[in-house]
């Protein structure tokens, strides 16, 4: 492999991609410009060969890969040679390779499947590139990898007890309300009952928070796996879903606002069905949104979670949602379960006024919690964990035993 820490002259295009590709990574994203042009010209492109073979074993960490042109399946395999994970990446995506750490116990593997020219950063590259970033990012190529060793183990689970997962959607009719917060706890609550079993869905748009509420790098997306050829479409797909500790499998459906016209009806409900025939449960975040892709996923779920603060203005929204998913989308009310979530201190409307106002009863109310969530996404943790006692806590719980009792799940 060259060694990255040359500084030979690049013609500004060769630059300029390079740039892009680091600019599309979850990891060196938000460095600055000078920063990010420092790598790329350290970046050194080796040339892959159909059916040939590049392996790295422990010492990978040492050493940042992306795929920028071609196709290329990257495998992972234990000590033994089994298999753990295979995916083909797009162009442009991060490889993810063994941490020092792990030693001689992971071996990655890229195979060529077309001409495909890969672009390296050794450690020296990394480290003259960075300067004080450094330590940023390697938290979170560390991160990748405890994620990818997630997943190889979420899948040995999964296909140990495959079944047709029951989906519930998490809704709200006013930005604010707090509704993504509760879909992640209440989804992390329901994976600590059944870990690597559970999958929430980010179809919040177009900025979806599920990865960042949980602490985790996402690395691909649903709107990503559709690029792939269809007989690619499942790998791919579940090689997007980024796996938190306590088992919790986040798979979002886009990463950049301009793919949101990829998520269409028939692509979501392609994905829903990888993700059913996958998971004990699936869970959705549909934010605000009432897009093509929201809609089917109203339309597949078993439980539609609407999210109210008690606010004027939200009572308004949520009662044209109601009318909505009543009248035009035929959704019965015993499918659906109000949350009333008090942002606010003091809101002006009780729980009576508000089960007044929308004409259908209250499931489940979280009371004021302060800044607790905020300050959990802050440390980088689920206010779940970071904090049980607290009211988002206590509710996210409450709302798990919900859906375990309406759902008539074991346990």
């Known amino acids: 492999m060259a060694a990255s820490g040359s500084h030979a002259s690049e013609p500004p295009s060769v630059l300029q991609l390079r740039v892009r590709i680091l600019e599309m990574s979850s990891v060196f994203a938000e460095l600055p410009d000078g920063v990010l042009r420092a790598l790329a010209r350290r970046m050194q492109p080796v040339q892959l060969a159909p059916s040939d073979t590049l392996r790295l074993g422990g010492r990978g960490g040492d050493v940042v ?15 033994a040679g089994k298999l753990l994970l295979t995916r083909r990446p797009a162009p ?14 992971y071996v990655t593997s890229i195979r060529g499947l077309s001409p495909s020219t890969l672009l390296t950063l050794d450690r ?31 899948t040995e689970a999964q296909a140990a007890a495959r079944s047709s997962a029951p989906i519930v959607a998490f809704f ?27 999958l929430l869905i980010d179809l919040s748009a177009p900025f979806g928070h599920a990865a960042l509420f949980a602490d985790l790098v996402a690395t691909g997306s649903i709107a990503g796996a559709s690029k792939a050829a269809p007989a690619d479409f499942e790998k791919n797909l579940r090689g997007a879903i980024v796996y938190h500790k306590i088992g919790l499998g986040v798979l979002p459906g886009t990463l950049r606002p301009e793919q949101g016209d990829l998520m269409n009806a028939e692509l979501t409900g392609r994905a829903l069905d990888v993700a059913a025939g996958w998971h004990r449960l699936v869970l ?13 996923v109203i339309e597949r779920a078993e439980r539609l979670i609407v999210v109210v603060p008690p606010e004027m203005a939200a009572m308004a929204d949520a009662r044209r949602a109601l009318a909505i998913f009543r009248d035009i989308m035929n959704v019965p009310d015993t499918r659906l379960e109000l949350v009333l979530n008090n942002r606010v201190p003091g809101a002006p409307l009780n729980r009576s006024g508000v089960e007044t106002t929308l004409g259908h009863k209250i499931s489940l109310m979280v009371n004021y919690d302060d800044s607790r969530p905020e300050d959990a996404a802050l440390a980088g943790g689920l206010v779940l964990q970071r904090d049980p006692s607290s009211q988002v806590s206590r509710g996210s719980n409450e709302l798990a035993r919900l859906i375990f009792g309406k759902l008539k799940l074991d346990g």
Do not use: C, H
């Not at 590259?125 to 979420?154: F, N, S, T, Y």
């Not at 509704?179 to 994976?191: E, K, M, P, R």
């Open 65 to 79: 890969i992306f795929l920028a042109t071609g196709v290329a399946e990257q495998s992972i395999t234990d000590a």
């Open 124 to 154: 020296d590259g990394l480290l003259e590139g960075l300067g004080p970033d450094v330590e940023k990012v390697a938290i979170a190529l560390d991160k990748l990898w405890e994620q990818q060793m997630a997943a190889a183990a979420a």
């Open 92 to 105: 442009g995506d991060l490889l993810i390779l063994p941490v020092p750490r792990t030693g001689d116990r």
């Open 284 to 296: 959705a975040d549909l934010g605000t949104s009432l897009a093509e892709a929201a809609l089917v």
């Open 172 to 198: 709200s009719a006013k930005g604010g309300s707090g509704v993504s917060t509760l879909a992640v706890n209440t989804a992390a609550a329901l994976a600590s009952k059944y870990p690597k079993q559970v």
